[in-house]
């Protein structure tokens, strides 16, 4: 399979003449390629709830994306890989922390694992990475397949089941109507497995891979998708939990058809700021394991005229001795190229949920653009700070780039739990 042209966008940053580019690959006019652009638009605003265009395209042809990020499909033969402003598109390894990113956003639990990243080549695709993970899960799960008994219906002169004792006097011509139990492989689980084997294969660019793939698939059998998937596996089964999860991500997040078996969607694609907000308050759980961390826990903060409660949603709140230790508040938009600070808007509302949380400390997280050269994978650079009548507003940036390599979740909860130990003792 020849590999289809491919550009790759940085969220936040200018793309000059990508119209040019895309036109001159695939002999659409200029106009075509804004139609194509315009309906990507449409496609990945009803997927992820936005009101605005994730791709803006200005006269002069040049691109901009802000609010995504992964491997788009603009049309069957260009891809857009956009990768998010925290991580580096010149480091190939950028989508191996991508890919932990979106599992952790659409299933709820991190795959961390030292395979995910391992034999990605400098062209290796999102679907690729997907694809090797998904086969390593199907490794280590060979020996427990998924089964279930089927109720079959067949002819035969031997018995080996109920017969239908109308038929035991007058058989049929092909023998005696029997009904029996059958262990199988083909059930609505080994379904989805095979249905994103199926998905993955035409979107996977390197050969061994697809090759792999193909040998998996034979392994699984035919199966029919389910037109809605079974979200959860039998307890028994528990063992292919991640294998099963990562089949539905890519069922729902690449865009299959599940009528029709092909493609619709617009890729394997994520909210960015939704996915660092997931990602923040993992971190921030595991780093406090003595305490009770929450997400978007309401407090409340007024009451409106007509006597409706006003209730402020802060992204992580510490709670301990039956009080609000501190907050944290994940912030995604980021002063690329200008002074680092924490802006009004920022600050108004760290202020209205400290109030309504009735604490004196919240830590807004900003995700780091800088190199890990400059600043380490975990590590916490506070740029800023706001006191106003006893209440304290911290602004930090935090290192997330490497997160897929060897024990780089773990270096990410160290750099949190050192960073949040500092924040406990100032409110002591």
Known sequence: MDAKPRLVLHETKDRLHATREVADATGLSHDEVRAQVAALNNRLKDLLGYDSDP????????????????????????????????????????????????????????????????????????????????????????????????????????????????????????????????????????????????????????????????????????????????????????????????????????????????????GFVLSTWSAWEALCEAVVRRANPGSRTIGQHPFPLGVRGDGTPVVAKPDIAVLKDGGTRFLLDAKYKTRRGRKSSISSTDLYEGLAFMRAAQTDHIVLMYPSLDSVEDLSLGAWKHFDEVRVDGLRVQAAQVQVRGLAQRGGFDRLVEGARQALEAVSAATS
């Open 55 to 266: 791709i803006a395209v200005n006269g002069a042809g040049t691109w901009r994306v802000d609010g995504v990020a992964g491997l788009l499909r603009l049309n069957e033969e260009v891809e857009l890989e956009v990768v998010p402003k925290f991580l580096d598109p010149d480091d190939s390894n950028w989508r191996a922390d991508f890919f932990l990113l979106a599992v952790l956003v659409r299933t709820g639990h991190l795959l961390v694992s030292d395979q995910i990243a391992a034999g990605v080549e400098d062209r290796g695709d999102l679907a690729t990475l997907v694809a090797r993970s998904l086969l390593h899960m199907h490794s280590e799960n060979q020996r427990r397949p998924i089964r279930g008994y089927k109720r079959v219906s067949q002819t035969d002169f031997s018995f080996d089941g109920d017969v239908d004792w109308d038929t035991l006097l007058l058989p049929e011509p092909d023998g005696f109507r029997l009904q029996r139990l059958e262990l199988t492989r083909r059930n609505p689980h080994n379904a989805v497995l095979r249905g994103a084997v199926d998905a993955l294969m035409s979107e996977v660019g390197e050969g061994d891979t697809r090759a792999q793939l193909q040998r998996l698939a034979r392994r699984l059998g035919d199966q029919a998708l389910p037109t809605r998937l079974t979200k959860r596996l039998p307890q028994r089964h528990r063992s292919w939990k991640q294998a099963y999860s990562l089949s539905q991500l890519v069922l729902e997040g690449m865009g299959l058809d599940l009528d029709g078996g092909t493609w619709t969607g617009p």
